[in-house]
């Protein structure tokens, strides 16, 4: 199981960016994809998560702002993230369960996200 993140970058608060998490080895639909974040000198926190059956959640600071979505035909998962703040800034990670709060299988390497004007 190979999972590679891609999209980060460093974006002005309010800006958007979408970040892509690419799998390979299996497909992202048999699995639960979780997005994570963890910036330095805190702990990890989650963002956003996809279960298998495509039902979704959020991380409080984050509803209303990011958006997770899944393409099985380019076997990818999209995290979308508008309205950004600095509080924001963060290594984003991206990790196959088997269920969003449980069951770790993969994690990728991140893609860094930085919200500065």
């Known amino acids: 199981l190979r999972i590679v993140e891609s999209g980060g970058g460093l974006v002005q608060p309010g800006g958007s960016l979408r970040l892509s998490c690419a799998a390979s080895?299996?497909?992202?639909?048999?699995?639960?994809i979780a997005w994570f974040r963890q910036a330095p000198e805190k702990e990890r926190e989650g963002v956003s998560c996809?279960?298998?059956?495509?039902?979704?959640e959020y991380g409080d600071s984050m509803k209303g702002r990011f958006t997770i979505s899944r393409d099985n035909a380019k076997n990818t998962v999209y995290l979308q993230m508008n309205s950004l703040k600095p509080e924001d800034t963060a290594a984003y990670f991206c990790?196959?369960?088997?269920?969003?709060?449980?069951?770790?299988?993969?994690w990728g390497l991140g893609t860094d996200v930085t919200v500065s004007s």
């Open positions: 080895g299996f497909s992202v639909d048999d699995y639960a």
């Open positions: 996809i279960s298998k059956t495509g039902s979704t």
């Open positions: 990790a196959a369960r088997k269920f969003c709060d449980a069951g770790d299988l993969s």
